[in-house]
Nanobody, 121 residues
């Protein structure tokens, strides 16, 4: 399985940004997808996840109401729409996928290389 993220960049506080992750390999539309992030000097943390059928979605409390995860199985993509960005959202964002449901304590089997998001005040 290969995961390739795109859409990162540098924005101002209050701006929006949309990340996308394209997957290839195996039957990816049957896999659950998620986004994690790692800020400088901090551990990697869960951001959001979505089940294979988009039936169940989880968000970290810190992004709830600001971020939206969605997926397009036909395109093998999962997106993370981020609005009202804050400097605390600055991190490398990683796309991940696993056959099991992804929750905050999950360590997914497959990971992308990450994309940098920098939010300045």
């Amino acid at each position: 399985v290969q995961l390739v993220e795109s859409g990162g960049g540098q924005v101002q506080a209050g701006d929006s940004l949309r990340l996308s992750c394209k997957a290839s390999g195996v039957t990816i539309d049957a896999y659950n997808r998620g986004w994690f992030r790692q800020a400088p000097g901090k551990e990697r943390e869960f951001v959001a996840s979505i089940t294979w059928d988009s039936g169940t979605i989880h968000y970290a409390d810190s992004v709830k109401g600001r971020f939206t995860i969605s997926r397009d199985n036909g395109e093998n993509t999962v997106d993370l729409q981020m609005t009202n960005l804050e400097p605390e959202d600055t991190a490398v964002y990683y796309c991940a996928t696993d056959s099991s449901v992804i929750i905050p304590s999950t360590i997914p089997r497959y990971w992308g290389q990450g994309t940098q998001v920098t939010v300045s005040s």
